[in-house]
């Protein structure tokens, strides 16, 4: 199979061989698109029974699977796919009445972008592999760049059981001087502090038990953190994460 051009939602056959051409050749597999942090969509045809989640979507709209649990399940070599938690046509975060929903596997779709986005992630982790370096986290913590709280709400509230934005407005613990809020930026107007992603993850991992799997999925979703990317590979690596 050659594929020149990604559909806009591809199957999971299409994902991988496309990656394999686009990473060297290296196999893919579901587990392996999902390890790397890639949500699975499924087009829910309308179901009169379930009216809230699907709106004006009278013809339905694609669901996608991110609660650890379906996806674990996904990566584990699971025979058909159950969604347990989705976002409704909103994207308001919905949890469905048991036993969820079923589908084949062959249902899975991945979307265009976030293909292309993680096949320009591993091509910026391979270059910079062929001129390692060593990150001092401590300097990490001191940059003078960062994102805004707004990045840090879409990025990381929903792994959380906190308040997150009170937690970053607090400025305590983790999230103040002497963690993720950048020191530089603390200066400023109350709405020009910046967080570094990074030690916000570990902390969040460290601190709030926050799983690696949805903080690595985070780093491969959001266009803001793709600055980012390689600085946390190369974080993980060691930290032995």
Not at 137 to 154: M, P, T
Not at 181 to 197: A, D, E, L
Not at 218 to 239: C, I, Y
Request: glycine content about 8%.
């Amino acid at each position: 199979m050659t594929i020149t051009e990604l559909p806009f939602r591809a199957t999971t056959a299409q994902a991988c061989h496309w990656l394999a051409q686009h990473t060297g050749g290296t196999p893919w597999t579901l587990a392996r698109l999902i390890e790397n942090g890639l949500t699975p969509y499924v087009w829910l045809d309308y179901d009169a029974d379930h009216p809230a989640l699907f709106g004006d979507a009278n013809g339905g709209y694609a669901a996608p699977i991110f609660f650890e649990g379906d996806t674990q399940r996904l990566a584990a070599g699971s025979s058909d796919v159950l969604i347990t938690i989705t976002k409704d046509v909103y994207r308001i975060v919905t949890k469905l009445a048991p036993p969820g929903f079923r589908r084949e596997l062959d249902a899975l779709r991945f979307l265009k972008k976030d293909l292309e986005r993680l096949a320009n992630k591993l091509k910026r982790e391979a270059e910079a592999e062929k001129e390692p370096k060593v990150i001092n986290v401590d300097e990490a913590r001191e940059s003078q760049s960062g994102i805004s709280k707004d990045q840090v709400l879409i990025a990381f509230a929903k792994l959380v059981k906190i308040d997150l934005e009170q937690a970053l407005d607090g400025g305590g613990g983790i999230f103040g001087d002497e963690g993720a809020r950048v020191k530089g930026s603390t200066k400023k107007s109350k709405n020009k502090i910046v967080w570094n992603p990074i030690t916000l993850a570990l902390g969040l991992n460290d601190v709030y038990r926050v799983p690696m799997s949805p903080l690595k999925r985070a780093f491969s979703t959001h266009d803001f953190l793709d600055a980012w990317a390689a600085e946390w590979q190369h974080t993980l690596t060691l930290l032995g994460k």
